[in-house]
């Protein structure tokens, strides 16, 4: 049986400005778009719940925002400072875990099987992780807790605000089985609209569909489906120096074959990972891109450069292995660039 958490710092770019300037904590706040006096465009990144208790949240326009609370405080994104809490706290994380696997800027899974020997010792080591956060990096976070990342995921989304949620495996699948198709880690709400259309709007009856039906309409990600209805879920928790390849994807608005559409979205997604590897000092030598297609079929393409640490290196093999693979006019739905053939260079660091 595993332990795995899931940690996720509360309204994170908001609560890093609380620490800046603690008045804030009782005034409505969004980092965002300048609403520039409700003709603003642009959208709120985040607020802390002085302002979601008016209903503003993570990606609502912020001119609307605006008209809800002209008088809220807003922010301009410092990114740089949110960066520095973000690793600040991925050391904290790291001396409760032997391996920590950051998701995003503001999450992080450890997994814990070898430490703990019983669910309720976890629900204790959380609460530890929890107030070192607190006490050391001044931020407030929440804990999932189950045996695999993906019922991890949704306990912790659960547990906010500033809460630990503990879902033991046998209660894993009916812990998901009322949540609507969207609620669940790893279904975006394209794929939502089509499995409604197909007659399942819970877990609970997407469980019951069998693995063939979902295959004929989505391919091997069919079996993926299955398997989040299931609350199944083998991955392991990687940290990135040990990970074997490191990604970023995006999902189109709607399906494109729009050149510069694509081409755009594939400099943001080889920037991102750029900045990843930069800030974790990982050198790479494969690059390769991922193509979903309208139909849910798939196409991958890579090529090995030699070992650098250059990150336009990535965006331009990723622009031509496009150029080069892509067929016409054929419409893409998910657009995914990685790199692997990954090398740490942080203990060269000293040298310099
Ligand atoms: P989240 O963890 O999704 O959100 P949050 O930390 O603000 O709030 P919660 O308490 O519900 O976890 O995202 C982390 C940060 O990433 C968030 O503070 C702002 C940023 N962010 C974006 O840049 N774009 C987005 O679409 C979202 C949702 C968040
Ligand atoms: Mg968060
Ligand atoms: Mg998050």
Same mark, same amino acid.
Request: aromatic content about 8%.
């Given at each position: 049986?595993?332990?795995?958490?899931?940690?996720?710092?509360?309204?994170?770019?908001?609560? &890093?400005?609380?620490?800046?300037?603690?008045?804030?904590? #009782?005034?409505?706040?969004?980092?965002? *778009?300048?609403?520039?006096?409700?003709?603003?465009?642009?959208?709120?990144?985040? &607020?802390?719940?002085?302002?979601?208790?008016?209903?503003?949240?993570?990606?609502?326009?912020?001119? #609307?925002?605006?008209?809800? $609370?002209?008088?809220?405080?807003?922010?301009?994104?410092?990114?740089? /400072?949110?960066?520095?809490?973000?690793?600040? %706290?991925?050391?904290?994380?790291?001396?409760?875990?032997?391996?920590?696997?950051? %998701?995003?800027?503001?999450?992080?899974?450890?997994?814990?099987?070898? !430490?703990?020997?019983?669910?309720?010792?976890?629900?204790?080591?959380?609460?530890?992780?929890?107030?070192?956060?607190?006490?050391?990096?001044?931020?407030?976070?929440?804990?999932?807790?189950?045996?695999?990342? +993906?019922?991890?995921?949704?306990? &912790?989304?659960?547990?906010?605000? =500033?809460?630990?949620?503990? %879902?033991?495996?046998?209660?894993?699948?009916?812990?998901?089985?009322?949540?609507?198709?969207?609620?669940?880690?790893?279904? @975006?709400?394209?794929?939502?609209?089509?499995?409604?259309?197909? @007659? /399942? !709007?819970?877990?609970?009856?997407?469980?019951? *569909?069998?693995?063939? =039906? +979902?295959?004929?309409?989505?391919? =091997?990600?069919?079996?993926?489906?299955?398997?989040? *209805?299931? *609350?199944?879920?083998?991955?392991?928790?990687?940290?990135?120096?040990?990970?074997?390849?490191?990604?970023?994807?995006?999902?189109?608005?709607?399906?494109?074959?729009?050149?510069?559409?694509?081409?755009? =979205?594939?400099?943001? +997604?080889?920037?991102?990972?750029? !900045?990843?590897?930069?800030?974790?000092?990982?050198?790479?030598?494969?690059?390769?891109?991922?193509?979903?297609?309208?139909?849910?079929?798939?196409?991958?393409?890579?090529?090995?450069?030699?070992? !650098?640490?250059?990150?336009?290196?990535?965006?331009?093999?990723?622009?031509?292995?496009?150029?080069?693979?892509?067929?016409?006019?054929? $419409?893409?739905?998910?657009? @995914? %660039?990685?790199?692997?053939?990954?090398?740490?260079?942080?203990?060269?660091?000293?040298?310099?």
């Amino acid at each position: 049986m595993r332990v795995i958490m899931l940690i996720d710092m509360d309204y994170f770019f908001v609560a &890093c400005e609380e620490i800046k300037r603690p008045e804030l904590k #009782q005034k409505p706040t969004i980092v965002g *778009a300048d609403p520039k006096e409700g003709k603003g465009r642009g959208v709120v990144m985040t &607020c802390n719940y002085a302002a979601r208790k008016f209903g503003i949240h993570s990606a609502m326009p912020i001119s #609307q925002a605006y008209k809800i $609370k002209p008088d809220a405080e807003y922010l301009p994104m410092d990114y740089s /400072y949110y960066e520095s809490k973000s690793n600040e %706290v991925f050391s904290i994380i790291k001396t409760f875990a032997e391996k920590v696997e950051q %998701v995003s800027i503001d999450e992080f899974f450890i997994d814990l099987s070898v !430490t703990l020997s019983e669910a309720s010792d976890a629900l204790e080591y959380a609460k530890r992780i929890k107030e070192a956060i607190a006490t050391r990096a001044k931020l407030p976070c929440s804990i999932g807790i189950s045996e695999n990342k +993906l019922i991890a995921k949704m306990a &912790c989304e659960k547990a906010k605000p =500033s809460g630990i949620k503990l %879902v033991r495996g046998a209660d894993a699948k009916s812990f998901i089985a009322k949540m609507k198709l969207g609620e669940l880690y790893g279904i @975006g709400s394209k794929t939502e609209e089509r499995l409604n259309a197909l @007659g /399942y !709007t819970t877990a609970e009856e997407l469980a019951k *569909a069998s693995i063939m =039906s +979902l295959m004929e309409n989505f391919g =091997s990600f069919g079996i993926e489906l299955h398997n989040i *209805a299931n *609350a199944i879920d083998e991955s392991e928790v990687v940290e990135a120096g040990d990970a074997k390849s490191i990604s970023r994807e995006q999902t189109f608005e709607s399906d494109t074959s729009n050149p510069a559409e694509i081409s755009s =979205s594939i400099r943001r +997604l080889a920037s991102e990972l750029g !900045t990843e590897l930069e800030s974790k000092k990982i050198s790479f030598k494969t690059i390769g891109i991922k193509l979903r297609y309208s139909d849910f079929s798939e196409s991958l393409h890579g090529r090995t450069i030699r070992q !650098t640490n250059q990150p336009g290196q990535i965006a331009e093999t990723a622009l031509s292995l496009f150029k080069e693979n892509s067929e016409g006019r054929r $419409k893409i739905r998910k657009l @995914g %660039v990685r790199v692997s053939g990954l090398t740490s260079y942080r203990s060269q660091k000293s040298l310099f």
